[in-house]
């Protein structure tokens, strides 16, 4: 007649119980988009996972990464990457120099890259300096297309010796030179 209701986590401990319960298993937490942990990495290739800006992110300042960066979210400053993808629902105010770039969205600005598409959805206001160009249809451009061949590349940052150092040494090679003589 009587029924014990059913419950749907562990039993609780008593005070008399005298072994430990086992913790509830829980289900694993998804990937960050944006980690760029060495496990995020590629194991045949080594690059690090695309950084990511949401559809609800703004940001103000200046970007830069040495690797790619989608972008959904609104960016008010310059961006500089290796690859960028402008996402339909990113607004960029701001110059953006990149090796690759695909533009959905919206950009007001100067765009400099070795590779420049513009797909159907791109608002674009501002030159483009580029070496190689799509414009897919009904894709909005107002602005000039330069064709460059020197356009610069975007590179991990190196790290060079201080000018200082070279120039004490310079100056050192130069005194015995003038006392050989």
Known sequence: MFSKPRSNGPDPVSPGDSYPRAPVPRPPMPPSRAAASPEARAPETGRVAPSFISADMTVTGQVRTSGEIDIEGRVKGDIEAHRLNVGETAVIEGEITADSIVVNGHVSGKITGLKVRLASTARVEGDI?????????????????????????????????????????????????????
Request: glycine share 10%; aromatic share 4%; no cysteine.
């Open 129 to 181: 300096f580029q070496q190689t160009i799509a414009i897919e249809s009904g894709a909005h451009f107002d602005g000039g297309i330069h064709r460059r061949g020197d356009v610069p590349r975007i590179e991990a940052p190196t790290v060079t010796e201080d000018p200082d150092t070279e120039q004490h040494a310079d100056a050192d090679h130069d005194h015995q030179d003038e006392d050989d003589g």
